[in-house]
């Protein structure tokens, strides 16, 4: 419960005698809460104070509570049939999240959106409709950059030798999908692959001669993408 509201902190009760901080870090942008709401966050950490002993901090930013959420709606998940290999969150806009099914004969992605979507839409709804893209996780590293960048039409991938970095060649017509809004696809994809994805469109790409190819596929760029970004 909401106990009140200090500067931009909100102060939380949990249980009869303790109380919790939500930091502005850990809130969801756009949402508004006042003293006596119902709340929803998970435990990120416990401060030692000097002032006030431990102190709890709470979040709903983090990718511990997208993963809470799913466990709760989600009995395949809470039952570990079903397990979430990542998450990847820019809070309150876009999440993705990887997960794996044990057992073959069910669907990991089915089972966490639920019938006509409804396990997914209630956790959007907590969210403040934060956008939610559920991943099959594949142990095949291609595979795997391939979904996240879903629902673009990946042509090429090009991993870097000795660096985590891999390079992507889209479809013309997919680009602006593959790289999202402010680069926002392109980020959570990285982020939950875990690599550098460096996306060029198949135009650009095949008009690149073969020195600048492999320039740009050595271990020594592994800032082209981010100089690449600058320029633009």
Known sequence: ????????????????????????????????????????????????????????????????????????????????????KGVAREPGFRAKIAVYSRDEKIDPVGACVGMKGARVQTIVRELGNERIDIVQWNPDLDTFITRALTPANVIKLIHVPETRRTVVIISDENLALAIGKNGQNVKLAAELVQRNLDVFGENEWNQKDDETKAKITSPSAADFNQNRKAAR
Do not use: C, H
């Open 1 to 84: 419960e909401v106990l009140r509201l200090e500067q931009s902190n909100i102060i939380v009760k949990l249980g009869k005698q303790t109380e919790a901080m939500i930091p502005a870090r850990e809130q969801i942008r756009r949402e508004r809460w006042a003293q006596g709401n119902s709340i929803k966050a998970v435990i990120a950490r416990v401060e030692e104070s000097s002032k006030n002993g431990a102190q709890v901090v709470l979040s709903r930013a983090n990718g511990d509570f997208l993963k809470e959420l799913f466990r709760q709606e989600v009995p395949e998940i809470y039952e570990g049939t079903v397990e979430i």
